[in-house]
C-alpha cells in the first residue's frame, strides 16, 4: 500500500515540460489564485461550495489540454484522505459515526482534497524558473532562490527513490523503516553531488540568471477570474 501511494505521488507530482496556455501564464498569478482558492477553502463548511472549488484545478488542468492531470491530482491524496475522514467520523464529539460527525468528516475530507489537489495542479503547471524569477523580482536572497528551485524539482525523485527503497527492503525481508537508512543515504548523496555541481559553475558567483521569465499576464487571465468567482462569494 506504501509503494502504491508513493507511486501515485511520483505520478502527481513529475513536471513535464509542454506548451500549454497553463505553462505559459504567469506564475505569480497562477500562486496567487491557488493560495485564493486556499483561504476559501479553509473558510467554508458547505459541501457546495467545496465542491464548486474543485472548479478550480479541473479548469487549469483542461488549460494545459491534460485531463488525466486532475486524475492524478485526486488520485494521490484520496487514500490519506478517506483515513482521516473515518477517523475523524469515529472519534468526533459528536459521537460514532453519528449523522453530525459523518458530515464533519465529509466536509473536511473534500475540503483537504480541495487544497491538495489545487497544490499539485499548480505545482505541474509552474516551472521552477518561473518560481526563481518572481522570487528575483522580489530581491529574495541568491541561495533561497537555487534551494527552492532545487527542492522543486526534487520533490518527485525523492518519491521515485523512496519507492525503490521500500522495494529493496520487501526483497530482503526486512521492515518498510529499513528503507529509511538508504532513503536518506541517497538523498544526501544527491543533495551534495548537486551542490558541488552548482559550486563548480559558478551558482551564486554574479547575477541570477534564468532561463525563462516569470510567464505571460494575459495567459493567466482565465485562471485568476475563475479563481476570483468561485472565492469570493465565500469569503464575502
Known amino acids: 500500500m506504501i509503494r502504491v501511494l508513493l507511486n501515485w505521488l511520483y505520478a502527481a507530482t513529475l513536471y513535464v515540460e509542454r506548451d500549454s496556455p497553463a505553462r505559459r501564464a504567469h506564475g505569480a498569478a497562477k500562486l496567487a489564485s491557488a493560495l485564493l482558492v486556499f483561504v476559501a477553502a479553509l473558510a467554508s463548511d458547505s459541501l457546495v461550495q467545496l465542491a464548486l472549488l474543485m472548479v478550480f484545478p479541473a479548469l487549469v488542468s483542461a488549460m494545459d489540454r491534460d485531463p488525466r ?5 485526486v488520485r494521490a491524496p484520496l487514500i490519506p484522505l478517506l483515513a482521516v475522514s473515518l477517523l475523524t467520523a469515529a472519534l468526533h464529539p459528536a459521537g460514532f459515526f453519528t449523522p453530525a460527525s459523518l458530515k464533519y468528516a465529509v466536509v473536511l475530507g473534500l475540503r483537504l482534497l480541495v487544497i491538495a489537489s489545487t497544490l499539485i495542479v499548480t505545482m505541474n503547471v509552474t516551472h521552477p524558473h518561473q518560481l526563481s524569477s518572481i522570487l528575483s523580482v522580489l530581491r529574495a536572497p541568491l541561495w533561497l532562490v537555487e534551494a527552492l528551485e532545487s527542492t522543486w524539482r526534487l520533490v518527485p525523485v525523492t518519491l521515485r527513490d523512496a519507492d525503490e ?12 523503516w529499513a528503507a529509511l537508512t538508504p532513503l536518506t543515504a541517497a538523498a544526501l548523496l544527491r543533495a551534495r553531488s548537486m551542490a558541488e555541481s552548482l559550486y563548480i559553475r559558478g551558482a551564486g558567483a554574479g547575477r541570477r540568471k534564468t532561463l525563462r521569465g516569470p510567464g505571460r499576464l494575459g495567459e493567466a487571465i482565465p485562471i485568476v477570474l475563475a479563481s ?9
Do not use: E, Q
Open 228 to 236: 476570483i468567482i468561485l472565492c469570493i462569494p465565500i469569503l464575502v
Open 165 to 176: 527503497a521500500l522495494a529493496s527492503a520487501r526483497l530482503k525481508g526486512l521492515r518498510p
Open 69 to 73: 492531470m486532475l486524475y492524478y491530482a
